[in-house]
Structures are given as C-alpha cells and as structure tokens.
C-alpha cells in the first residue's frame, strides 16, 4: 500500500477540533464509572434484570463460591420491581464464602440482600448466622427481621487487598444464606478522613480507613430515591416516618438547576433529587418561640455514629438571609450555620458537613434537629435536604475467613509426571547396579543400625524467618536447629490428646474462644495440661494456628508461656499446654468468684507480664509484637506468676530501615491502639497502648468496655483518663484496695498509665521503660515513710541495679530438659506453661 500525505490546513483542522473536545470534556462533570461493579443474583441459574441493572447468576464465573455443601434454593416472593431477586437464594450448610477480586483499592460500597422463605427443611426466615470479610464482621448473630419485605444491609468499607472475601458463617444448627451481594467501588473522598465529634466538642480523625454500615438515609421533604436514580445506586427513603412535628413545616421543590461548585459537594454525595427538595419552618411560627424541626431514629444503643447533614439553600431570594443551628441528640453541633458563605456567595450550592456521636441513647434512640439562629435581626428560619446516619466500630466479633482454592496449573503435573519417570528410570539403574556388585562380592553382615531421634517436626517459617534457629540478642544460643540429633519432637498423637481429654469430654471444658475449646486434660505421667483444640467445623485459625507453634518452640522466657506440643493429625489444629493453676489476670479482677489481689501483688503480676513483652520487642533482631494483649491472656501460675499468652496474632516488627509495619487491624476491641487503627501502621507501641489499658484494668477492677454504664463511663480508657489528667484517679480505684496503696506510687503508677496512653506511639515510653517505672512503682509502695522528691520519669537510673537488669535475667531461665520429651514420662518439670483463653481473639 502506497504512502499518504496530509494536507496542512486540515491537519490544524483536526488538531483544533481535538483541542475543542478536550476543553469542553473538562468544563463537564464526568460521571463517576466504578471500578468494581459485581452485582450477584446467589442460588440463581440465570440472571436478574432490576431496573436498569443486571444481577448475574452466582454460577457464571464472575466470582468464586467457596463451599463443599451449597445449596440453589428457590422460593415465593411478594410482588415488586425487584422480586425476582429475592425468588432464589444459596443456602450454606457449613462456613463458606464468595471472592471477589479487586481492580481498585479503596472505599467500596457493600450490600447484602436477604428474604427468609422456606425451601425443603430450610426455614430462611429463622436462619441465624454470621458474615465477615478478611478484617470486619458484618453481621454475629443475624436472624433475618420477619416480615414479607427484603432486608438489605449496606456497608462502606475501605478495601485494603486486591481480593474481597466474603465469609458466611452458620450458627448452631442454622444454616446460612444469602439472596444477592453487591460490591461496587466508590470515590474515595467520598467519606473524609475527619469530622467535628459532639459532646464534647473537637475534632475526629481516622474515618477514611473506618468502616461503616449504612442505619438510615432520608431524602427530607422529598419522595423516595430508588436505587436507579441515584449516581452511587443508593436508596433514599422519606423522612415522614421519622419527623416529629409535621405541623411547623411545610415542604419546598425547586425545578431551578442547582449550582454545584468546586471544594463543596457533588453529584456521587447525593442525587439532584435530594438537594433539589427540603423541609423548611412554616412561615407563621417564625417567632421568638419557633421550635426546631426534629427528625428521631432508630439506632443500635450506645454505638457510635458519623451523621451527615446535606444541604442546599433552595429557599432564600437572596444570598446571607439565611442563619440556622445543628443538634445531634440533643447537643449543639453548629450555631448560625450560614450556607451563602458554604456557597461561596451563591444559592443552591450543595453542601453537606458531618459530626461524629460517640455514642448514642441507651433506649436506641438518635434524634436531630434543625433551628432558628438567635442572631439579632435575622429571619428565623431553617432547612434540610437530606440525611445520612452511618455506625461505626461496627466489627465487635471475631473474623472467619474461607478462602478460595487457588486454581492449579497443568504445568505442574506435566513437569511432576516428567520428572517421576526419569527418577524412577535412575532408581532401576542403581537397582541394577546394586545386584550385580552384590553378585560378585560375598555377603557381609549387616552393621547395627545407628539409634537417632526421630525429627518429625520441621520449623514453620513466618515471614520467611524460622524462629528455631534465631539467636538473640543477649546470647549467640540458638534454641533449636532443624535437621540435627538435638531436634525436638513437639508432635504429639493424637490418640495419646483423646485419651488425656477423655475423648474431649464436654465436662472437660475450661474455657471457649474463636478459635476453639479449651479442655484441662490429664497425661499418663498425671501431668495437668490445658488443651487447645481448633474447631474443626471451620477454616478459621489455621495462620493462628501456624504463628503460635513458630513463636512458642523458639521462645524462652519465664513470663512467657511455652509449647509443650501440637497435633495436625487429621486436620486437627491442637495446642497443648502446662495448666496454670491460678486461670487469668482478667479473672482475678472482675467478672469471677476468685479471690481478690492485693496491691502489691497486682505490681508484681504487671511487672511479669511487663517482663515478657519487653524480651518480645527486644529480645531478637527483629521486634515481636503481640498485637493482643488483654488481661485474658495474662495467666497466673500457682504462685501467680504471670505469664503472656496467646500469640496467634502476633506479627514480626519492621525492618531495621522502615518504622511500622503496614497490616491490617487485629485485636480486641478496647484495647486497640488507636493510631494504628486509624493508619494500619503496626509499631511496638501498639502493645504499649494495649498494656496501658490492661494497667488501668488492674487498678479499676472493671471491664474495657461496659456499655451497662453511663455513657462517659462506656469506655475505660477514655474514662480513666480523664480523671488522671485531673489529678484524681484515686477517685476510682477498686474500693476493695483503695485504702492500701501510698500516694506516691499512686501517682507514680497514673503517670505510667497516661504515658502508655498517648495519642501518638512516638510519645508513648518503650516497654523497657514502663517496666522500669513499674519497678519503681513496687519500690514507692514499699519504701520507708521517709522518701520525698520523687519526679516522673526522669527518676529511672535511681533503681535498683537488679530492676534496671531484669530484661537479661529473665532470659534463657527456662528448664531446657523438655527438648528431647518422652510422652510417656512427661512430667511437669518437662513443661513450662500453658494458655487459658476464655475469651474469643
């Protein structure tokens, strides 16, 4: 084909027109086109058609269902635009869970769609189950509301992996089930990283990595906004079933267009319809006397909530005429709120501005409300156009996890069947090779076989670091090499776990939690031992599982409990053990019959376990840290002599070049350090926070988190810490010690505290250092009526030689004679310690 040319005025032509295009896409708002657009009809064969979209069947290969036992249900419906989605449903007899891979990180839209009916021996409408993704709970607990209407659960979560799984959990003897799912990918800023926090006053930060669940959104003074009319497929319901005072106002429409402005709100915070309609106060009771416009709903009691308010002065004739004040639950969030200067000078701007409750009514109940400004000389009168209620914190139980099967490649048959032929043709030559020689040599007798141990065990690598060959930083020993005569056999069968539990007798039972029963258990030689036995019903645990045996077959340190052994036989996750006499530090505290402690000997137990976290983060070349310290897993011996335990969560520090370590957030709700929460950025101050809250713990006798109490008590932490910066936590420390503890190990030991408190890790002390001051909390409480000038913290080089030692003393102490066990004559001496979790990861 001959070439071409170009003639140069139409070459400008062309390249004008392209300009022109250009500029006018920039002056136009481009609709928002989501990354992710899954939208699932489960149980169905074929697909269903909901108004201008198309849920596909959960068969098609769109995603990846997990499950052995799933069942396509089909059933009746009432009459509606979508009843064909809710005509179908897949039932889970067992955990499973659909997969979803990501093409963008970020913020995406997730709802879940459910309608109990009956299909065989399945009631739907009594099913009670569980649904939570890789890091969130969705639902614990759910039975679906009766009635003959859908339930959908929406929720805004902020994906951090390139994969979203879904996990669906039955309860009981229920079943689990699902009618459709949609994951859809939404603006990132479509939720702000902050907002202004009511009662009391500040501001909050830490919302664009929080997930939420969607409790109400009201079109107010319009009609009801169907998923089909709004740019991020939302529904918006009337605010008449909710508005108090219906007399007072009257509704107000504007066909005007409205006029959006950079920085303000856009089209993905709301549809033209809600900002486009408004309730406004009646004309006649624009008086001294006027009363707010108050909207009341219903809400999960002493939760905490982001409420977005949206705005759009559709109302006024001209521009600063308009003033009004915000109430969220009865407490003032904004006076003489002007939307002209929100605008920037203009009318109908949309604009929305969000508040953070902390936490709401104990009757359930969150109320707002909008008011006339008491300005001089204004017009008293106020708006709203649209409301958002959103629950926080809304994870409080543990996650299961399903994950898919990686699909396998044929490669690695081909390559397997290749290189088992030429192994097994090499096997016949040597074979060969072997008879002939012996043909032509005489027999010879046989040596004795050399007596080894047998090493049946092998080091699981976490981070690809085994932990049985990493010295430590005080001692070049190396705790146990793989492969060698000295490795230790930590597997144990079985059969010997069934006969010490009696067949894991129900009466047995010492303690439940997420990842299974605890069983005390007896071996041959007598020895007490706790049992862990992972629930065999679901998947979750195995990484637990793995993280615990890698941590505790190389650790050794008194105040940290030990491994006596393990069992995988039968795809049985089993952790065994040495029984703690004395249960938890929890137990001990509150919520028990067990005797109370003394002062000193609730030091002495902090000390301990202060102890053991410090060998944690110091005691290697890379940090350990935790990631679960609570008083449920410190455990006493019967000396009560504490011990850290349960470390199926912990995670290896940051490299020696970087400051945190980048994962996603696991602990237990009210110990949570704060920034890592809010950031994801994991350092050793992480366990700092957690082991400040277990020290307030201590000295209140009082749960984490009581939601039974009032609400500026719900939560220790932030309770407790008020009354310590007022200089008064002697106000409230548990009666039954009050009387016995010094002043200045009082205040010695409140300073600590709210150092482990801080907001940021980088003002918080190390381990090392509240130990240190814990030490010198004991000496205060101890010491002659003489001592006077104590300082804070600058005081630690006045300790004692040995208190300012006791991070290298403790290390290496541990009975090493377990390293070759014989179960058949195992004795208390051969073991170290044990874990007694009754509470749930």
């Not at 399945?122 to 339930?151: C, E, H, I, R, W």
Request: with cysteine.
């Amino acid at each position: 084909m001959g070439g071409t040319t170009t003639d140069p005025k139409m070459a400008l032509a062309l390249l004008g027109s392209i300009i022109w295009v250009l500029l006018l896409g920039t002056t136009c708002n481009a609709e928002f086109t989501p990354a992710d657009n899954y939208l699932i009809n489960c149980g169905s064969t074929s697909d269903a058609t909901v108004g201008q979209r198309v849920f596909v069947a959960d068969n098609s290969g769109s995603t990846i269902l997990t499950s052995k036992q799933s069942i396509a249900a089909s059933g009746w419906t009432p009459g509606s635009d979508s009843a064909t989605l809710y005509q179908t449903a897949r039932i889970f007899s067992v955990p499973s869970s659909y997969s979803f891979r990501m093409k963008s990180r970020g913020r995406h839209f997730v709802r879940l769609h459910f309608f109990g009916f009956r299909y065989q021996s399945y009631d739907l409408a009594a099913a009670k189950f569980k649904v939570s993704t890789q890091d969130t709970v969705l639902l614990d607990n759910f039975t679906p509301p009766s009635g003959n209407s859908p339930t959908i659960r929406e929720y805004s979560l902020d994906i951090t992996e390139d994969m979203l799984i879904l996990t669906f959990v039955p309860l009981g003897s229920n079943a689990s089930f699902v009618n459709a799912i949609e994951v859809i990918s939404v603006p990132d800023d479509l939720i702000g990283d902050s907002a202004q926090t009511v009662n009391p006053s500040g501001q909050y930060v830490g919302l664009a990595a929080q997930p939420f669940q969607t409790f109400h959104r009201i079109n107010v003074g319009g009609g009801k906004v169907t998923a089909d009319n709004d740019t991020l497929w939302r529904s918006w319901d009337t605010d008449q079933g909710f508005f108090l005072n219906s007399t007072t106002t009257q509704l107000v429409t504007s066909q005007a267009k409205l006029n959006y402005q950079k920085g303000t709100a856009t089209e993905e915070d709301a549809p033209d319809s809600v900002y486009n309609t408004a309730r406004q106060l009646v004309a006649q009771n624009r008086s001294s006397s006027a009363s707010n416009m108050t909207w009341q709903f219903d809400v999960d009691a002493r939760s905490s909530y982001l409420v977005r308010f949206h705005f759009c002065d559709i109302v006024s004739k001209a521009t600063y005429s308009l003033y009004f004040d915000i109430y969220v639950d009865g407490w003032s969030a904004t006076q003489d709120l002007d939307l002209s200067d929100k605008g920037f000078g203009a009318l109908a701007v949309p604009y929305y501005t969000d508040f953070v409750l902390k936490s709401s009514d104990p009757s359930g109940k969150l109320s707002v409300s909008v008011g006339p400004s008491s300005l001089p000389n204004v017009t008293l009168d106020a708006i709203l156009n649209g409301l958002e209620i959103m629950k926080m914190n809304i994870s409080t139980g543990t996650v299961e996890v399903v994950k898919p099967t990686t699909p396998k490649s044929k490669l690695p048959i081909i390559l397997g069947t290749v290189l088992g032929c030429v192994g097994a043709a090499i096997v016949v030559a040597i074979l060969c090779c072997v008879l002939r020689r012996k043909r032509s040599t005489k027999k010879k007798p046989r040596p004795a076989p050399t007596s080894r141990p047998s090493s049946v065990w092998s080091p699981l690598n976490l981070n690809g670091l085994s932990f049985l060959s990493v010295g430590t930083r005080t001692t070049s020993r190396t705790t146990l090499t793989s492969g060698t005569n000295s490795d230790a056999s930590y597997r144990i069968p079985f059969a010997l776990l069934q006969a010490a539990t009696s067949n894991f007798d129900e009466q047995m039972v010492i303690g439940v939690g997420g990842f299974g029963k605890v069983y005390k258990a007896v071996l041959q030689d007598s020895t007490k031992v706790a049992v862990k036995r992972g629930n065999h019903k679901s998947h979750q645990g195995i990484k637990e599982f793995q993280t615990e045996i890698e941590l505790l077959s190389g650790l050794r340190h008194r105040h940290l409990v030990s491994l006596i052994g393990y069992c995988d036989e039968q795809s049985e996750m089993i952790l065994v053990y040495e029984y703690m006499e004395k249960g938890t530090l929890k137990g001990h505290l509150y919520g028990s019959d067990m005797p109370s402690l003394s002062w000193k000997k609730r030091v002495e137990i902090c000390i301990g376990a202060a102890r053991g976290l410090h060998y944690l983060h110091t005691g290697f070349a890379k940090s350990i840290i935790h990631r679960d310290v609570k008083s449920a897993n410190i455990l006493l011996d019967e000396n009560l002599m504490a011990k850290v335990s349960d470390f199926g969560l912990s995670k290896m520090g940051p490299e020696l070049d970087q400051t945190h370590v980048s994962t996603a957030v696991k602990g237990s709700f009210g110990y949570l350090d704060p920034e890592y929460y809010r950031r994801q950025k994991l350092t050793d101050k992480s366990d700092v926070y957690s082991f400040g809250v277990v020290l307030l713990e201590v000295i209140c006798a009082r749960p984490v988190i009581d939601p039974s109490l009032p609400r500026d008590m719900i939560n220790l932490a932030e309770w407790a810490t008020k009354w310590q910066k007022r200089g008064e936590l002697g106000q409230i420390v548990d009666q039954r010690i009050a009387g016995t503890i010094r002043a200045e190990s009082l205040r010695k030991y409140g300073e600590t505290v709210e150092k482990c408190l801080a907001e940021y890790g980088v003002d918080r002390p190390s381990m090392g250092d509240v130990l240190w001051n814990l030490e010198f909390v004991l000496q205060l409480q101890e010491a002659g009526p003489d001592i006077s000038n104590i300082d804070s913290m600058n005081q630690i080089s006045e300790l004692p030689t040995d208190a300012r030692r006791v991070g290298a003393l403790e290390i290496g102490t541990a009975d090493e004679s377990h390293m070759n066990i014989d179960y058949s004559q195992m004795s208390t001496n051969d073991a170290f310690s044990q874990l007694i979790n009754t509470e749930g990861r």
